[in-house]
Nanobody
Framework: QVQLVESGGGLVQAGGSLRLSCAAS????????MAWFRQAPGKEREFVAA????????YYADPVKGRFTISRDNAKSILYLQMNSLKPEDTAVYYC????????????????WGQGTQVTVSS
């Protein structure tokens, strides 16, 4: 498995930006597909974005498409999520996850999870 630690969350006004980071250690980071998920209070966890092992492929959930950008630095073993034009409905705990395959869109492929970082967007 991969050990994951998220950072970069916080409180921001609507329309603002935040960049989340996820530092990885353990299983070779560069071999793993990675993703961001989020969970709002009272709601189920939802997929946000995924990136392939080399960064050549990305996929976004419709609610964040055009506003969020997922990227990775395999030399530093860090995953990023740049979040722009934030909305109150983006408020959630954001989790990074590592897959046991080089590319994954199914939740079941993600077998390592971070502890989460809180993002709060005020209106």
């Amino acid at each position: 498995q991969v050990q994951l630690v998220e950072s970069g969350g916080g409180l921001v006004q609507a329309g603002g930006s935040l960049r989340l980071s996820c530092a990885a250690s353990g299983r070779t980071f560069s071999n793993s597909g990675m993703a961001w998920f989020r969970q709002a209070p009272g709601k189920e966890r939802e997929f946000v974005a995924a990136i392939s092992w080399g960064g050549g492929a990305t996929y976004y959930a419709d609610p964040v498409k055009g506003r969020f950008t997922i990227s990775r630095d395999n030399a530093k073993s860090i995953l990023y999520l740049q979040m722009n034009s934030l909305k109150p409905e983006d408020t959630a705990v954001y989790y990074c996850a590592a897959a046991n395959t080089p590319w994954a869109l199914k939740d079941s492929r993600y077998d390592s999870w971070g502890q989460g970082t809180q993002v709060t967007v005020s209106s």
